[in-house]
């Protein structure tokens, strides 16, 4: 049996690759990636603690409900997106700058 540590070595790393990703990338898509790498991490850490916890399907319920918050955030993310682009011909967000004026 594998121990926990080592899938919370795992989702640490992945979590900073996604926080890497989204304050690095400047394209919207690319950004958008990175809160998912995110959310996988914190998916990796309910289901290696739940292993321990007097409930073990406890964890991964609330897993399956993240998956199911990133779904419904990855489709309403990319229909912004996609309106973004179409407005301003970029999904640059440094060129995104109509509402600061």
Known sequence: MIASTYFLYVSAILFALGFAVLITK??????LMGVELMLN???????????????PFEGQLFSLFIMIVAAAEVAVALSIILKLR??????????LDELKN
């Open 26 to 31: 400047k394209n919207l898509i690319m950004m």
């Open 41 to 55: 991490a914190v998916n990796i850490n309910f289901v290696a603690l739940a292993r321990n916890a007097s409930d």
């Open 86 to 95: 179409q407005h301003y011909k970029t999904i640059n967000p440094d060129l």
